[in-house]
């Protein structure tokens, strides 16, 4: 079964710290997403990168930068953890055949700064 | 723009019945919809995803329904129980967003023992 793997289930950090939430996905997928989900604001996009080393700005990608090394792996980065930033991480990934295909999630990040 | 719209917000019915979530979007040129779960706290589960060219798609007692010219979509579920309690949201990749996926705001489903 495919996956996309998200090494945390629950973070906690302190107010300036930098957080790395990690993700994986074993699908050989191009595509690879990561999005945060509030209460009354729905999932928003964040970055995405549809290759290695490769990365595009979502629609809040303010405070936060990602890094995709490999493939498989794609990396969100807040620079200076801020309270603003407690949410859900959602990170997804697709292929590139975006006509027949669709999006696999993993299973949240949810990340709490204080 | 392309925006989703789910109705209803929440939906609460007894065990055993047949139930309707609708979506609905405003740009018809998408490629694909996507109907998702989500359990409290958890991340999402897709359920269906139905190509352009294609009018409806089955899993088991899920049925997943596209009017691509009217931008609709309904998925039904069948004979409900209370595991089937969540989250449902829709989701589009329009032909010019790339491969973003558009949400809707989904509908919260409660099914009483």
């Known amino acids: 079964d495919v996956k996309v793997t998200q090494s945390s289930r629950y973070l906690v950090k302190r107010t300036g710290e930098k957080v790395f939430l990690e993700c994986v996905q074993d699908?050989?997928?191009?595509?690879m997403f990561w999005y945060r989900q509030d209460p009354g604001l729905g999932l928003r996009l964040i970055y995405f990168s549809y290759d290695v080393k490769m990365k595009e700005k979502g629609d809040i990608p303010e405070g936060y930068s990602v890094s995709r090394e490999k493939k498989e792996r794609f990396s969100l980065i807040l620079e200076s953890a801020s309270t603003n930033q407690t949410s859900m991480y959602l990170c997804?990934?697709?292929?590139?055949?975006?006509?027949?295909?669709?999006?696999?999630f993993g299973s949240g990040t949810r990340l709490t700064v204080v | 723009k392309q925006e989703v719209t789910q109705i209803p917000a929440a939906l609460s019915v007894p065990e055993g019945e047949n139930l309707v979530l609708n979506c609905s979007f405003t740009?018809?040129?998408?490629?694909?919809l996507q109907w998702f779960r989500q359990d409290p706290g958890k991340g999402l589960t897709s359920l269906l995803l139905i190509q352009s060219s294609q009018r409806e798609q089955t899993s088991g007692r899920l049925n997943a329904s596209l009017d691509k010219s009217s931008g609709r979509s309904t998925l039904y579920i069948a004979a409900s129980q209370p595991g089937d309690s969540a989250t449902y949201l829709c989701a589009v990749i329009g032909e010019t967003s790339g491969s973003r996926l558009t949400f809707g705001e989904g509908t919260q489903l409660t099914v009483n023992p």
């Open positions: 997804a990934s697709s292929l590139i055949d975006r006509k027949n295909y669709g999006y696999t």
């Open positions: 699908m050989d997928h191009e595509n």
């Open positions: 740009d018809s040129a998408i490629y694909n």
